[in-house]
């Protein structure tokens, strides 16, 4: 097997996950005009802004409390 043959396989393999980037901005953006939206005050927007970032552990979290009451 020859070098290009082992780069080829390589190349062809990897594309399973290509929309999980987009959506998380599309939900990133989502998430920080909510939180935005619900501010009152500059550091109130700063803070909603930072909440954007880890918005999937705040959806786990209340996945897992509803699924366990």
């Known amino acids: 097997m020859g070098d290009s043959d082992r780069q080829g396989r390589r190349w062809r393999g990897g594309g399973g996950g290509c929309g999980t980037g987009g ?3 599309l939900g990133f953006i989502g998430a920080a005009v909510y939180y935005i939206q619900q501010s009152d005050g500059f550091w109130e927007g700063v ?3 930072l909440k954007a970032l880890v918005w999937p552990a ?3 979290y209340e996945v897992l409390k509803f699924v366990s009451a």
């Open 58 to 60: 705040f959806l786990v």
């Open 47 to 49: 803070v909603g802004v």
């Open 23 to 25: 959506g998380y901005f």
